[in-house]
């Protein structure tokens, strides 16, 4: 194995969070007492960047604006020429603010607001600021939009229903808001609304989509949400998109098990990985899963690091059989490994691994 970074990953630059989200997959990693080194963070970023790393999704475990950095480490990563995106909970938009001048044609920064109004959303997001409204989140977009306009702003929702809980707690259901989102995102601003299925975190640890805990009859509920997606995709206008997620098209379609069977090595571990406090990990579905761990926060600080982290990368990819660990999850990059499968075998279409000028996205 070659001395190799990922392409692209997902940094959670902070367990802490200031939402209780309902519907939160990472609750057990959350306010933990775990941060990075400031140093050692900015050496692993350019270590990466030097060895290839093209892209950085800074996301959660965590309120990514809670870092204390958030601004100057923004900074650092544009000055080292990377695509940077960020996933906010959009409690801290004076911090997006900030960084929205930094921010290029192709980064893009998303707010995860899930609702349509200020009562369902307080209800599913709990925010520490009691009286912090919906309202007054979307009211940002605006400002932040007049100071850059060249980035992607979107308002992101994970469409939950009755009888989804994490662990004992029953999920606020929001699909009847679906549309009336749909509107608020466009009348704010946001260039797009990005609708996802709730997800839960199985036994084995990995991020499923369990649609057989619905309650009612899972067709009547995937009706539902049709209907809502059907009706929002009539307020799409130029600078305005409705966007439905791999795993929501394939509940729609009814072919969400396809993708659930994946070849036995998992070949985009190696391409985009997850950067955490608690550690480094071979896939945002397995963020704090110990078999999936390639090592501590630190994995890429410096050749040596870059030296075991390739040698660990390279045992997952011959040891972590993705046919059974993921058997249950509905895998967005499905297609991409059994593609990759297909060319290493010697099967696949090489033509299609040239790039075209338009493709030059380096987030995975
Ligand atoms: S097969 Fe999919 S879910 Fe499993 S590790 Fe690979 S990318 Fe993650």
Redesign the pocket.
């Known amino acids: 194995m070659p001395d190799l970074v990922p392409l692209s990953i997902n940094l959670d630059l902070t367990t802490a969070c200031n939402y209780a989200c309902d519907h939160c997959i990472d609750w057990d990693i959350l306010n933990k007492p775990f941060k990075h080194e400031d140093q050692e963070l900015w050496d692993s970023m350019r270590e990466m960047a030097e060895r290839g790393m093209r892209s950085v999704i800074l996301i959660g475990g965590g309120e990514p604006t809670l870092y204390p950095k958030f601004k100057e480490f923004v900074a650092f990563l544009k000055e080292l020429k990377l695509q940077v995106a960020v996933v906010s909970n959009g409690s801290r938009n004076d911090k997006i603010l900030e960084i929205a001048p930094m921010l290029e044609k192709g980064d893009w920064v998303r707010l995860s607001l899930d609702s349509g109004s200020n009562d369902v959303f307080q209800r599913m997001h709990n925010p520490s600021k009691k009286n912090l409204t919906l309202d007054e989140i979307c009211a940002w977009v605006p400002k932040i939009k007049k100071v850059n306009p060249h980035f992607d702003f979107g308002f992101s929702y994970v469409i939950t229903w009755q009888g989804a809980t994490r662990d004992d707690t029953r999920v606020v259901e929001n699909i009847h808001e679906m549309v009336m989102a749909s509107k608020r995102a466009r009348e704010a601003g946001f260039n797009y609304i990005s609708f996802k299925p709730f997800l839960e975190r199985a036994d084995t640890g ?1 991020e499923v989509m369990d649609p057989a805990h619905m309650e009612g009859e899972l067709a009547k509920v995937v009706a539902r949400i049709q209907a809502q997606v059907a009706e929002a995709k009539q307020l799409e206008q130029p600078g305005f998109r409705v966007v439905e997620s791999i795993n929501l098209r394939m509940l729609i379609e009814g072919n969400w098990r396809d993708f659930t069977k ?1 070849p036995q090595m ?1 070949h ?2 190696a391409l985009r990985q997850v950067l955490n406090p608690h550690g480094t990990y ?5 963020r704090g899963v110990a078999y ?1 761990r390639i090592g501590e926060k630190d994995a890429y600080k410096d050749s040596a690091t870059v030296r075991e982290s390739s040698t660990i990368t390279a045992n997952l990819l011959d040891n ?1 059989d ?1 046919s059974d ?2 058997k249950e ?1 509905t ?4 297609g991409t ?1 059994w593609w990759l499968e297909e060319v290493i075998e010697g099967d696949g279409d090489i033509d299609s691994l040239m790039a075209s000028a338009e493709r030059r996205d380096w987030f995975l």
Request: aromatic residues 14%; contains cysteine.
């Open positions: 990995s994946q998992c985009m571990q071979n896939c945002p579905a397995y999936a972590f993705a660990n993921c999850v895998c967005l990059y499905n490994n």
